[in-house]
């Protein structure tokens, strides 16, 4: 093969090589607004996949028929630190009723390895999971540390408490209001 | 011009937000000093309309404007061209004081 015609071949292989790369890589998380899906009370909670710090994802949208709280947080901001016990203890209370609790890092703003330091140290059994590029807290327009998104078994986001730290019975209240509903 | 600072001492973010506003204020020509207000409590998050920390406030307006039912000891995070971080960017800064400076 005379040179010309071989470097034509490489760099044909090198571009379908990187073509490649992008087409093939994996998507270990997404966050889109299905039509209808706004973070704001009333309205369809925005889906979204995220990978979990104990390895495996969750899917906002395969948890319906449960109540849900999404609990925006990192471990540097002390109200989110404050809260998690509160949030913990309802959650061992009603998850076999039906509660499940999504303590949603935001891991671009914090690190992995202290999101799991502090959640060792609380004892935290619901899962946490990693929005390692902002996406899951830019779909949701989270302007402070804590929020809280209070989910109903529809989907249907009932409530945001922006700030914190919630009370136990804060969270107690809205989580039983919300089963109730079920019953 | 009063120029407020907000801030909360737990959310460490306020530092970097006080840095980009001094240099914001000084890239916009602007020699006012920014006042530091530390909240303490939530009974003063509610009393001043807290939006967490750090808060900008230039002659009683805030920057970044959100209405709330609840104000509370909190950490603010602002949509930056980087995503999500603890406080604005220089030039988010220097937007909202020309908005409001003109």
Redesign the interface.
Known sequence: MSTPRFVMWMTWALVLGMIWTVVSRVQPESAQASPGSVAKEGFTAPDFKLGLLDGGTVTLSELKGKVVLVNFW?S?????RKEMPAIESVYRSYKDLGLVVIGLN?T??DSKQAAASFVQEIGVTFPIALDL??SV??LY??????TSFFIDRKGVIRSV?????MSEALVQSKVEELLREGE | MKIELLYFDGCPSWESGLKNLQTALQEEGLSTAVEMVKVESDEDAARLKFLGSPHFRVDGMDLWHEERDVYSLSCRVYPTPNGIKGYPTVQMLKEKLHAVVG
């Open positions: 990192t540097w901001c002390p109200p989110c935001l671009a703003q590029d902002n807290g830019n327009r989270v302007t402070a540390l804590p408490i922006v700030g914190g730290p």
